[in-house]
């Protein structure tokens, strides 16, 4: 009987090994957004028509906001110190340099990289902290060679990051005049997100729930195809 | 005796499918990451549809928590707070209807050891009440008592995930042990009566009642010993409070409706007790059904039963040290 034990065991071990990885994945899909940030982007191109630059501003959900500025000196009508704003934003834009910004820029099918970020301004608005910052790419994408995609998203999707509502939330500047913008809300295929809620914690890192959640926005110009 | 052990091997199975599929994601799992294309390519199923369905609903409740807070704190009205108690009692329900660490645990403990309907559901009411009421001692404790700023209470959350996250090890440490020492007596008692099995070897499970006064039946368990695993359990999953229960607690506090958000919290816990007594039930249920096949004292049954307690340790301590081991990354780039 010890051997019919034995066989029972060997035949389980590998069920129960592949128990424990599911449920240590299942923790990724318990990942849901505890916080929302409204998106405003323009889009800079330089004078030779290509893009060279993303104007983000970034607007912080009004629990985030109470919740972030509890404790910080405030002023008579109420809006928080100003330096206590700047220093929580510059803390956020310190984190967030090792996430790409939460920016993603790809034109054919590469990645562009960015080479830093100026103009950061942060303020408080309608009990919403506000954060504005131009991210610059490494190398200027010409217009000509094909659509641009971009998406600004957080990978964990622990944060959902949309494009504000009620319009103007996209502005193509200094774009040659036959560039177009398309906006492509999230459409998660069910698999695939599936498919990310199961990842584990290391492989989610960069590629996680949160691109499934993404929008999309698509730069067209001329005869781009 | 072949039949007593294929039945047994149906039950490890069955046993096995349970908890897997509650998890949702026994379809996604077997995937290497890199098959994303083609995963998009082919047909979802009905668990990939049901947790996409899930997570979509989820994302709803953040907002609308917002704004019944924010309506709470102009209007101070009965019906407004009555808006966010609802609506705290669904993202209860639906925050445990999808998978997590909590569910992890109970249904892995569950399925593996034989417990009561009734005490299946008194853990998992046990667990929401702890971790709400660990949500509330953490935030109060911290905010009005120690004076942090409600930011800071993150850091304290990151501590009490961290030292949950032992406890599950811990717990499931427990169960190897618990199991292992049965298992030897076991073993050890079948040694010393070898006869006794081999006699019998054609008798089948039910005439199998050789040595059954040396095995320790589940039943004859320690009550004791019982107690300390299901308060390993309800400790483990409820010091480790909700995220999204400390921010509602935390902003409702600086809106000074700090009952508003005591109120969401336990309507918050209530929503995810229903929710994982439902699981509890059909886990505890699948499991007694099958479980009525293999007679309780059969000597393989017995060691068989052992062994599935074992694997449902080593799980559990399995999981406990994957999801510690997953906390020691770094915090989320914008300080939530």
């Known amino acids: 009987m010890s051997h019919q034990i034995a066989r029972l065991a060997a035949r389980l071990l590998p069920l129960l090994a592949a128990m424990a990885l599911l449920s240590a994945g299942a923790e990724r899909a318990a990942a849901h957004p505890h916080a929302w940030i409204d998106v405003k982007v323009k889009v800079l191109f330089d004078d030779k028509g290509r893009l060279y630059a993303l104007e983000e501003t970034w607007v912080f959900d009004p629990l985030y906001t109470a919740f972030s500025l509890d404790g910080v000196k405030q002023s008579k009508d109420g809006s928080p110190d100003q330096k206590a704003v700047d220093a929580l934003m510059h803390e956020n834009m310190k984190n967030i340099k090792e996430y790409n910004y939460l920016t993603e820029v790809e034109s054919n099918g590469v990645k562009a990289k960015f080479s830093g970020v100026r103009d950061i301004r942060s303020g408080h608005r309608d009990k919403r902290l506000r954060l504005t910052f131009t991210l610059l790419l490494e190398s200027p994408i010409d217009t000509a060679a094909g659509p641009i995609e971009y998406g600004v998203f957080d990978p964990t999707y622990y944060i959902e990051m949309l494009h504000a509502e009620g319009g103007g939330a996209i502005e193509l500047s200094g774009a040659p005049a036959d560039c177009k913008y398309r906006l492509d809300p999230a459409n998660p295929n069910p698999n695939a997100v599936a498919l990310a809620a199961a990842l584990d914690r290391t492989q989610s890192a960069g590629d996680g729930l949160g691109k499934y959640f993404a929008e999309r926005v698509t730069i067209r110009c001329g005869a781009a195809p | ?336």
């Open chain 2, 1 to 336: 005796m072949r039949r007593g052990t294929v039945r047994l091997a149906l039950l490890a199975l069955l046993l096995l499918a349970i908890p897997s599929s509650s998890f949702a994601q026994s379809g996604a799992g077997d995937r290497p990451a890199a098959a994303t294309q083609q995963a998009e390519a082919t047909q979802p199923g009905l668990v990939a549809r049901a947790l996409a369905a899930i997570v979509s609903e989820q994302r709803q409740f953040h907002r609308k928590l917002a704004a019944s807070l924010e309506t709470i704190r102009k209007e101070r009205s009965a019906a407004a707070a009555w808006g966010l108690i609802v609506i705290s009692f669904l993202y209860g329900v639906f925050h445990a209807a999808g998978p997590g660490h909590g569910k992890a645990i109970l249904t892995a403990y569950l399925s593996t050891h034989r417990e009561r309907l009734r005490r299946g559901i008194l853990l998992s009411a046990a667990a929401a009440t702890v971790q709400g009421l660990t949500a509330i001692l953490l935030v109060f404790g911290l905010t009005t008592l120690a004076g942090w700023a409600a930011r800071d209470t993150q850091s304290a959350v990151h501590w009490a995930e961290q030292i949950s996250f032992v406890l599950v090890a811990a717990l499931g440490g427990y169960l190897v042990f618990r199991a292992a020492a049965g298992l030897r007596r076991s073993l050890a008692g079948r040694a010393a009566h070898a006869h006794g099995p081999h006699a019998h070897a054609d008798d089948g499970h039910s005439h199998d009642h050789c040595g059954h006064t040396h095995l320790p039946v589940p039943d004859q368990m320690d009550s004791a010993r019982d107690m300390r695993a299901m308060a390993g359990v309800v400790l483990s999953i409820g010091i480790r409070p909700c995220s999204g229960a400390v921010l509602v607690l935390a902003v409702a506090n600086l809106f000074g409706i700090a009952w508003a958000g005591i109120a969401a919290v336990f309507a918050m816990s209530l929503g995810t007790a229903i929710a994982v007594a439902t699981l509890a039930l059909l886990v505890l249920s699948a499991r007694n059904l099958v479980a009525a096949l293999v007679a309780t004292e059969s000597r393989t049954a017995v060691v068989g039963g052992q062994i599935v307690a074992l694997a449902g340790g080593t799980i559990i301590l399995a999981l406990g040290g994957m999801l510690f081991v997953g906390s020691l990354g770094p915090a989320h780039p914008l300080g939530m």
